[in-house]
């Protein structure tokens, strides 16, 4: 059930998309994008989505945003199951809920300007026109640190970290209270970067908002993340605070992640230990039983080829799917 301090509870989520072949397009199997998930986001915090490529990340906020078909589960926004919702009352939450996209040039429609794109959602929802309709459109371009006079320009005259700014700046538009960040700097430059996470951050602390930031790299969620969940193969296999993560990783998978990323001190770079996995992500059609990441895992037991380990609370609020750890 959701909790009064949560403003995202998910319990319970699956996600397959079927598989077809044939001239009659018959079902032959299922792709587990998201196999069976629950977390929580409290209020004002952001929480870290992080794993490899193709391990759900984007599919879970997705989901979250019920932009498919097919969703198990339940997932509650501010108390309210978004799969009881009719299309028309879903359409009227959306407001609260809002995406921010990994590409920033894809993203944008090239045959409109700037203003355009960003005023929109505005036009969609019959949030202001006119006069009104303008100078919320230019306080948005101000609210993500560009001119006002540029929104008469097209996504092409725009340096990526400007074009992920007008994207944000859509997302802003109709005043919600929860956006999924889908790897927004990830496609950016690193000095970009810093300024895309900084703007968030900044936006979260004067708006109010509340975060579900995805990203594939450990530290690029490190400072702007309240929590931190791990996924791996549809699941969720370690969930805690941003700092214990960091400090006190339990699973094997996040140990690995952790080894990986980059140290600016030299030295202990250089001298310090790093987790090589081997072999390659099991397909998603066909989960290895047991632990997913058994075939991957160097202290791998027997147990973890035949048994599915639940997401545990190992205290303090630090949650881990795995035998190993006791």
Same mark, same amino acid.
């Given at each position: 059930m959701?909790? +009064?301090?949560?403003?995202?509870?998910?319990?319970?989520?699956?996600?397959?998309f079927? @598989?077809?072949?044939?001239?009659?397009?018959?079902?032959?199997?299922?792709?587990?994008? @998201?196999?069976? #998930?629950?977390?929580? #986001?409290?209020?004002?915090?952001? /929480?870290? /989505?992080?794993?490899?490529?193709?391990?759900?990340k984007?599919t879970?906020g997705?989901?979250i945003?019920?932009?498919?078909?097919?969703i198990?589960?339940?997932i509650? !926004?501010?108390?309210?199951?978004?799969?009881?919702?009719?299309? =028309?009352?879903?359409?009227?939450?959306?407001?609260?809920?809002?995406?921010? !996209?990994?590409?920033?040039?894809?993203?944008?429609?090239?045959?409109?300007?700037?203003?355009? #794109?960003?005023?929109?959602? %505005?036009?969609?929802?019959?949030l202001?026109?006119?006069?009104?309709?303008?100078?919320? &459109?230019?306080e948005?371009?101000?609210?993500?640190? /560009?001119?006002?006079?540029?929104?008469?320009? !097209?996504?092409?005259?725009?340096?990526? +970290?400007?074009?992920?700014?007008?994207?944000?700046?859509?997302?802003?538009?109709?005043?919600?209270?929860?956006?999924v960040?889908?790897?927004? &700097?990830?496609?950016l430059?690193v000095?970009?970067?810093?300024?895309?996470?900084?703007?968030?951050?900044?936006?979260?602390?004067?708006?109010s908002?509340?975060?579900?930031?995805?990203?594939?790299?450990?530290?690029?969620?490190?400072?702007?993340?309240?929590? @931190?969940?791990?996924?791996?193969?549809?699941?969720?296999? =370690?969930?805690t605070?941003?700092? =214990?993560?960091?400090a006190?990783?339990?699973?094997?998978?996040?140990?690995?992640?952790?080894?990986?990323?980059? #140290?600016?001190?030299?030295?202990?770079?250089?001298?310090?230990?790093? %987790?090589? /996995?081997?072999?390659? &992500?099991?397909?998603?059609?066909?989960?290895?039983?047991?632990c997913n990441f058994?075939?991957?895992?160097?202290?791998?037991?027997?147990?973890?080829?035949?048994e599915?380990?639940?997401?545990?609370?190992? +205290? +303090?609020?630090?949650?881990?799917?795995?035998?190993?750890?006791?």
């Open positions: 959701s909790n +009064g301090e949560h403003l995202i509870d998910v319990e319970n989520l699956y996600m397959h079927p @598989v077809t072949a044939g001239v009659l397009q018959k079902k032959i199997a299922d792709i587990k994008a @998201v196999d069976g #998930i629950s977390f929580y #986001i409290k209020r004002g915090e952001t /929480l870290g /989505l992080v794993g490899e490529s193709g391990c759900g984007t879970t997705r989901c945003l019920q932009l498919y078909d097919g198990r589960g339940d509650f !926004f501010d108390g309210v199951n978004l799969s009881q919702l009719k299309p =028309e009352q879903m359409r009227r939450m959306r407001r609260n809920m809002q995406l921010i !996209f990994q590409d920033p040039f894809a993203s944008l429609d090239p045959r409109m300007s700037a203003g355009d #794109i960003i005023g929109e959602p %505005i036009k969609v929802h019959n202001a026109k006119g006069q009104e309709y303008r100078d919320q &459109v230019a948005l371009f101000r609210m993500v640190e /560009l001119e006002p006079f540029m929104m008469d320009r !097209f996504p092409h005259e725009f340096s990526g +970290g400007q074009r992920q700014r007008i994207g944000i700046a859509r997302a802003l538009s109709v005043r919600p209270s929860f956006i960040c889908d790897e927004p &700097v990830s496609a430059d000095s970009i970067q810093a300024q895309i996470i900084t703007l968030l951050e900044r936006l979260r602390e004067e708006l908002l509340t975060y579900l930031f995805i990203a594939h790299d450990l530290s690029v969620v490190r400072n702007i993340s309240d929590r @931190v969940a791990v996924m791996y193969l549809g699941k969720i296999v =370690e969930i605070d941003s700092d =214990e993560l960091y006190n990783p339990l699973h094997p998978y996040t140990i690995a992640l952790l080894s990986a990323v980059p #140290i600016p001190d030299p030295v202990v770079d250089r001298t310090r230990e790093r %987790i090589i /996995l081997t072999g390659d &992500v099991p397909s998603p059609i066909m989960p290895p039983p047991g058994h075939p991957r895992c160097q202290q791998a037991i027997d147990i973890c080829k035949t599915l380990p639940e997401l545990r609370n190992m +205290g +303090g609020e630090h949650w881990v799917a795995c035998h190993l750890v006791k």
